[in-house]
């Protein structure tokens, strides 16, 4: 089995970036985690600060992997484009967000691209990651 993660922008500063919300790990070193309990599956990792290069590596995955678990940081409440991108592939997308975005400011209550994926899992820090690879285990 071949799942995507994929990380929008400034998430490549996990560890570094406000860390009283998103915690003091960094992601490789969390992704190391995922992969030894995840022994039976390929976990390929992905992240982008920018919109289209996110969209490209959609497409790229998306009519021959398995799962897609899809952070897109800020573009989730913004991005039609990765809306449509979403709607567009054949993947199973999981929309993912380490902080209980419902807790936060109002701006951070919609997304656009939640109408388009599986489902969604926010909240649980790191480990929502890890709940949204369990999802796509549940559908196969
Ligand atoms: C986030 C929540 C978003 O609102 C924010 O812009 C992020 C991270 C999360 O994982 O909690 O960059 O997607």
Known sequence: MNIQII????????????????GSAD?????????NHFTNITINYYQSN?????INKLHEVGFSYDGIVLNAGA?????????????????PTIEVHISNVYKREEFRHHSMLAA?????????????????????????
């Not at 929008?8 to 998103?22: A, C, D, Q, T, W």
């Not at 920018?50 to 996110?54: D, F, K, L, P, R």
């Open 75 to 91: 573009y989730t409440h913004t991005s039609i484009a990765i809306a449509d991108a979403i709607a567009a592939i054949k993947t």
């Open 116 to 140: 388009s994926c599986k489902g969604v899992i926010a909240g649980f820090g790191m480990h929502s990651y890890r709940l949204a690879i369990e999802s796509l285990l549940l559908q196969y």
């Open 27 to 35: 992601f490789e070193s969390y992704l190391a985690e995922l992969q």
């Open 7 to 22: 990380n929008g922008p400034n998430l490549n500063l996990l560890g570094v970036r406000e860390k009283s919300i998103y």
């Open 50 to 54: 920018v919109e289209g290069e996110i």
